[in-house]
């Protein structure tokens, strides 16, 4: 129908109205079926380079193709859903307006409106990541100012009032290790500076640092150090 192909072309950008002027559109698939179950899985993975790579992707297919407005209609329609269903569902804001609520008459518009998307999800991605950054500083805080404590991981949690489960988790995400395995780190950093103090014997940092007994201190500084606290201590003091 003429009326149809009016529209076509004009979403596609031709601002050609009269019948013999109008191309002849030869239609193909955007090829972006799944696109909304592999958006809500980097969504929920907290990845704005993910989730930017998908919307990017969309865009270029939107740019590329000679493809019917109702495509660019139900892609819109499905990120949005997804975009809701998991932000909403995360304690984020449902921020993606159903397309219904933005004109896409045209290919630029929904371009723009994908663009417009991609930059606030980025933003709300970031700034979720930079709450969850804050929340580690802080646990790491804890165990700098309780480093001659026996500090469990409970402990730690407790404080920043998350699950020892998820700052455990949370943590080894950041920096590929174990949050006990850390604290043993921070303390035996600080057992090396007061080997280098000289004034204070391998038993008495164990228990100035509230270690069980000093085998197990020195098994962990061993682990973390390369060398037991005895060959640390005569390293220092030379020949």
Same mark, same amino acid.
């Given at each position: 129908p003429?009326?149809?192909?009016?529209?076509?072309n004009?979403?596609?950008?031709?601002?050609r109205?009269f019948?013999r002027?109008?191309?002849?559109?030869?239609?193909?698939?955007?090829?972006?079926s799944g696109?909304?179950?592999?958006?809500?899985?980097?969504?929920?993975g907290?990845?704005p *380079? +993910?989730?930017?790579?998908?919307? $990017?992707? /969309?865009?270029?297919?939107? =740019?590329?193709?000679?493809?019917?407005?109702?495509?660019a209609?139900?892609l819109?329609?499905?990120?949005?859903?997804?975009?809701?269903n998991?932000?909403?569902?995360?304690?984020?804001?449902?921020?993606?307006?159903?397309?219904?609520?933005?004109?896409?008459?045209?290919?630029?518009q929904v371009?723009?409106?994908l663009?417009?998307l991609?930059?606030?999800l980025?933003?709300?991605?970031?700034?979720y990541? *930079? +709450?969850?950054?804050?929340l580690? $500083?802080? /646990?790491?805080?804890y165990? =700098?100012d309780?480093?001659?404590?026996r500090?469990?991981?409970?402990?730690v949690?407790?404080?920043?009032?998350?699950?020892?489960?998820?700052?455990?988790?949370?943590?080894?995400?950041?920096?590929n290790?174990?949050?006990?395995?850390?604290i043993?780190h921070?303390?035996m950093e600080?057992?090396?500076e007061?080997?280098?103090e000289?004034?204070?014997?391998?038993?008495?940092?164990?228990?100035?640092?509230?270690f069980?007994?000093?085998?197990?201190?020195?098994?962990?500084f061993?682990?973390?150090?390369?060398?037991t606290?005895?060959?640390?201590?005569?390293k220092?003091?030379?020949p």
């Open positions: 003429l009326l149809l192909a009016l529209q076509e004009y979403y596609l950008g031709s601002d109205m019948f002027e109008m191309p002849k559109l030869s239609f193909q698939p955007l090829g972006l696109l909304g179950g592999r958006l809500a899985a980097e969504l929920r907290k990845n *380079s +993910g989730v930017g790579k998908l919307l $990017e992707r /969309a865009s270029k297919k939107i =740019q590329e193709t000679t493809h019917e407005r109702s495509q209609e139900w819109c329609g499905e990120i949005c859903t997804t975009v809701n998991v932000m909403s569902s995360d304690g984020g804001l449902a921020l993606c307006h159903h397309w219904e609520n933005t004109p896409l008459l045209r290919r630029e371009l723009r409106w663009m417009m991609q930059t606030e980025k933003a709300q991605l970031e700034q990541a *930079s +709450g969850k950054q804050e580690i $500083e802080k /646990a790491k805080q165990v =700098q309780n480093i001659d404590k500090i469990m991981l409970q402990d949690a407790d404080y920043v009032c998350i699950s020892p489960g998820y700052l455990s988790a949370l943590f080894k995400k950041m920096y290790q174990d949050f006990v395995d850390y043993n921070v303390k600080r057992a090396c007061l080997i280098r000289g004034r204070y014997r391998i038993y008495e940092i164990s228990d100035m640092l509230s069980e007994n000093a085998y197990y201190f020195s098994q962990v061993k682990k973390h150090i390369g060398m606290p005895t060959g640390y201590q005569k220092i003091r030379g």
